[in-house]
């Protein structure tokens, strides 16, 4: 049942998305497969916040021995990482409106990580 709900939240946000592309005129291709960071400050930000939660997980992990479902925490630093990303967007670029998409991804995230909190 848990899978049956996460592909349908997964279909809605993808849905969501196209709606939001479509209405903020946001371009549908990117010109690669990776993320172009805004500049060198904001590649080093996403690179620390990656260094911290991977210590964490290690931490909650392995010395403490009380977490054992990794696939939230995964879903917790994908959240993270795209609420820093909406945040450099807006503060550097925020006629772009790129960085409402990246906020509508980083709360889904949120959204899906809580629902698989209290499902689980």
Not at 5 to 18: K, N, R
Not at 44 to 59: D, K, S, T, Y
Request: charged share 15%; proline share 2%; hydrophobic share 50%.
């Amino acid at each position: 049942m848990f899978l049956i709900c996460t592909i349908l939240y997964t279909i809605a946000f993808w849905f969501g998305s196209l709606w939001l592309k479509k209405k903020l005129n946001l371009p549908r291709e990117t010109k690669g497969w990776l993320y172009k960071h805004m500049n060198r400050w904001h590649r080093f930000g996403e690179m620390a916040i990656v260094a911290v939660l991977i210590a964490a997980l290690l931490m909650t992990r392995l010395v403490m021995g009380w977490r054992t479902s990794t696939h939230h925490d995964c879903i917790l630093a994908v959240s993270v990482l795209l609420a820093f990303r909406s945040f450099v967007e807006r503060r550097l670029n925020p006629k772009s409106r790129q960085h409402i998409l990246s906020a509508y991804a980083s709360m889904s995230g949120l959204i899906l990580y809580t629902g698989s909190e209290w499902w689980m």
